[in-house]
């Protein structure tokens, strides 16, 4: 038996009609309502929540702040306009610093003055076996061998995969796992409701089906699709740094902050910039403050405040611009929004059943459906 799993970076709910043409066989399908934020490769691989894993934002704010010179070297560089800092990042990808390292040139837009402030929050690689002090993943249910492909080891890119996914690979391996990226870059370039989106799922889909369909009929070969989050199209540009500019506070001595694209995190260093940040946005239409009851609902009650004080996050259709991941481009598709948001919610598709398709489930419960998935 032929086992695959693949991901479709920023599949979305929606497009189950488009996928179901295209595999033109009866398959199962539900909708998956993504976790908090950015990092849900805990929940299905792990079925653990953020809180309990640690995920949320790609940077948190580090223990260790690195005064060293090349910092205030830096602090002389300019962060913007975003391709003069690519350049930028691009020359220090190519200037290997030991102060630097631990970034692994993850520099986006983070402004240089902050960037001592904050280091890359995921330290376990979780697409494969756990090892040591390392969570179990759904790669501990594969007997054997399995062949994996994609990110976060290789490009996803499609074209990646249609090379290196070889006859031999197919005949060799019994389990595959398949990551494609195409549909985020797609998505977040033209918007998750665009032709551009649904011509790349159409292509995505029209592969996977080759793939499923090339074994000899006595071969029993059975798929499971799901996406990591949706994607939905942007249609307000949220400037904070405008509104946190005319405040009478200082970045590093009143407060620091890192802007994600939907969400703007706090660390205050006294009350009056608590106070002060907290009316000017609390007054703010397009987004909201996470509260007590938001931290219970998405399970992120961490125990430290690595990830912030306090979180602003936008509603539907919004983005903070300027951030610190797009700098001040205004990109048409964006992912990271509360449950709510119809357009971020993913979905998973089988040709077995494994799940009621009438159901939305939580990410963290495709866990279960994989493992039963690897199992059977
Ligand atoms: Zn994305």
């Not at 837009?109 to 969570?135: A, D, H, R, V, W």
């Not at 549909?183 to 292509?203: M, Q, V």
Request: charged content about 25%; some cysteine.
């Amino acid at each position: 038996m032929k086992k695959f799993i693949f991901i479709l970076d920023a599949l979305k709910a929606n497009q189950l009609g488009l996928i179901q043409l295209n595999m033109s066989e009866k398959v199962h399908a539900v909708n998956v309502i993504p976790p908090f934020s950015f990092e849900p490769d805990a929940s299905y691989l792990c079925g653990l929540h953020p809180e309990e894993s640690n995920a949320g934002l790609k940077y948190w704010k580090t223990k260790n702040v690195n005064n060293s010179k090349i910092f205030h070297l830096l602090q002389i560089l300019p962060n913007r306009p975003r391709i003069v800092r690519k350049i930028i990042n691009k020359i220090l990808k190519k200037t290997p610093l030991p102060s630097l390292k631990k970034y692994k040139n993850n520099y986006a837009c983070i402004p240089f003055k902050m960037l001592k402030y904050f280091e890359l929050s995921n330290e376990s690689e979780l697409f494969q076996k756990s090892s040591g002090s390392m969570p179990s993943t759904i790669f501990d249910s594969i007997q054997g061998d399995y062949c994996y492909m994609g990110v976060p080891y290789t490009s996803g890119q499609l074209d990646y995969i249609k090379t290196n996914l070889t006859q031999d690979k197919l005949k060799q391996y019994n389990t595959f796992f398949i990551y494609i990226s195409d549909l985020d870059n797609t998505g977040h370039k033209y918007g998750g409701i665009s032709a551009e989106y649904d011509t790349k799922l159409t292509e995505i889909i029209h592969y996977i089906k080759s793939v499923v369909t090339s074994f000899d009929k006595e071969e029993q070969v059975n798929y499971i699709i799901f996406g990591d989050h949706g994607m939905v199209n942007v249609k307000k540009y949220i400037n904070l740094e405008r509104i946190l500019k005319k405040l009478p506070l200082q970045i590093e001595k009143d407060y620091i902050y890192f802007l994600d694209s939907t969400m703007a995190r706090f660390w205050f260093y006294n009350e009056k910039a608590e106070k002060l940040i907290y009316h000017a946005l609390a007054e703010l239409e397009g987004g909201s403050w996470i509260n007590d009851e938001d931290k219970t609902q998405y399970k992120i009650r961490y125990n430290h405040n690595k990830f912030g004080d306090a979180i602003w996050w936008v509603n539907d259709e919004s983005i903070i611009s300027p951030n610190f991941w797009q700098c001040e481009k205004k990109i048409k598709g964006m992912h990271g929004y509360r449950k709510n948001v119809n357009e971020n919610h993913t979905c998973v598709i089988s040709n077995q059943k494994l799940y009621n398709s009438t159901d939305t489930i939580e990410m963290i419960e495709l866990n279960q459906i994989l493992e039963t998935f690897l199992k059977n």
